[in-house]
């Protein structure tokens, strides 16, 4: 049982734990005959070492291992539960007590959920643009498009211009002197992608095909490679060919090659249609993301270090799982990005503060409306997974079973929840758009 409980630094609570002597001496007897068994002894069989010997051989120590792995996790979670705690890393442990015939005494610190002090959850007033998609963003929007599946065609007759494609030849010089990795032959490079080092494609505007060109720049202080960076770089591009793009008209065939519609008048209407639910989609969005930031912003909580370090962790997983879809790790987009991984994981703290803090007032509405998932949520929540990956339902249940992930959708759905009861009960304020 939890004898005594207190707050001590940084969100952690010392606990003062007993556990009763009947349950200690039962717990020894369990130790023994567990011990026991992995003894050798002169003059006894292996198993068959009486108690007492065994204990006065070896000090009554050696039963104290096993049997406090047999106590001390029940007390500890059942101590958790009386203090109303939720701990959020590993306890440090301190044994005070342990002998037969005697309560076990230990002592644990550990760092805790730390308390919210809520703001007014209900009613809380925002605004949202009403959902307009007009004629103009349609043409917008196919234009685009377009673009992507635009040909680039040759052009020798003009000067190079913003959004055209050159390919080059080109050598890189420091000091007068060639740099490994400065040289290229047929590199295609489109003018205003900023793909380049900086300053390199703004003096490529007006050349012409045939044209050699010195193009001065400076290579950045934080360059990925470090004996180039903040370096005055020369490089001599010779430019081979000109191509700019070239839109296919928007006709009945090219709807048809690019949709299952037959003509441009059905295309618009569902292109405008699917437009429109996107837009809803992204505005409710951003309504849910504008409660929550609110209802952070007005409640009180001091957040611990650790949770802001384990969120950008799992922001940083997500852009490797990513990276990793499109053929590339965490750790060579770190390498090409000129930073270190330190650096990265700072330029995600201030999104990760407020990540983990709205996580924690999301987690206090759900205790003060003691918000629950039924196991038939949790069902079709598994049946519309299973059902937008095209696989049986029981495949999903098993995957997510075996990754020891059914807790993590039962935590989502509760959030999911909680998020559509501070919408449910915000003031809405529609506003033109």
């Known amino acids: 049982m939890l004898n005594s ?25 369990k130790a023994y005959r567990v011990v026991v068994k992995k003894v050798n002894l002169p003059g006894f069989r292996k198993g068959r070492i ?65 308390p919210v002090e809520l703001g007014e959850y209900k009613g809380i007033e925002v605004e949202q643009v009403d959902v307009v998609i007009d004629d103009a963003e349609v043409d917008r929007q196919i234009t685009k498009l377009r673009e992507q599946n635009a040909l680039m065609v040759p052009c020798e007759e003009r000067p190079a211009r913003e959004g055209d494609s050159v390919s080059l030849s080109y050598q890189g010089f420091v000091d ?27 003096q490529l505007i007006g050349v012409v095909v045939d044209e050699e060109k010195e193009v001065i720049v400076d290579f950045p202080a934080n360059y990925r490679k470090g004996d180039l960076a903040g370096k005055t770089a020369v490089f001599k591009v010779k430019v081979k060919q000109i191509s700019e793009k070239q839109l296919p008209e928007l006709d009945d065939e ?27 989609i992204q505005a409710k969005a951003k309504l849910e993301e504008t409660v929550v930031d609110r209802l952070t912003a007005a409640s009180n909580v001091e957040l611990p270090e650790i949770l802001v370090e384990r969120q950008i962790d799992r922001m940083l997983g997500k852009l490797d799982n990513y990276l990793r879809t499109h053929g590339m790790s965490l750790d060579k987009y770190i390498e090409f990005s000129g930073i270190n991984k330190e650096e990265m994981r700072e330029s995600r703290r201030e999104e990760a503060i407020k990540r983990a803090k709205a996580n924690l007032v999301l987690d206090a509405v759900i205790k003060k409306e003691g918000i629950t998932v039924e196991d038939n949520e949790v069902e079709d929540e598994i049946a519309d997974i299973a059902q937008s990956y095209d696989e049986k339902t029981e495949h999903i249940r098993e995957m997510l079973t075996q990754q020891d992930r059914l807790s993590v959708l039962v935590e989502e759905l509760r ?15 529609k506003v033109g758009g």
């Open 5 to 29: 409980w207190e707050k001590i630094e940084n969100n952690k609570v010392k606990m003062e734990i007993e556990v009763a002597a009947p349950d200690v001496d039962t717990a020894l007897a």
């Open 50 to 114: 009486p108690r007492r010997i065994l204990e006065s051989r070896f000090g009554p120590e050696i039963l104290h291992e096993e049997a406090l792995e047999i106590l001390v996790p029940p007390a500890y979670q059942q101590a958790l539960k009386e203090a109303d705690v939720e701990p959020i890393n590993h306890p440090s442990f301190e044994l005070v007590q342990v002998e037969e015939g005697k309560p076990l005494l230990f002592n644990v610190v550990v760092e805790v959920v730390p």
């Open 176 to 202: 007068g002197e060639p740099f490994e990795g400065g040289e290229a032959d047929d590199f295609l490079l489109e003018l205003g992608s900023k793909s380049f080092i900086p300053g390199f494609e703004e």
């Open 254 to 280: 090219f709807v048809r090659e690019i949709s299952e519609f037959e003509d441009v008048a059905e295309f618009k209407a569902d292109f405008k249609e699917r437009l429109h639910t996107s837009a809803e």
């Open 415 to 429: 959030v999911r929840k909680a998020i559509d009861l501070l919408v449910r009960e915000a003031r809405v304020i």
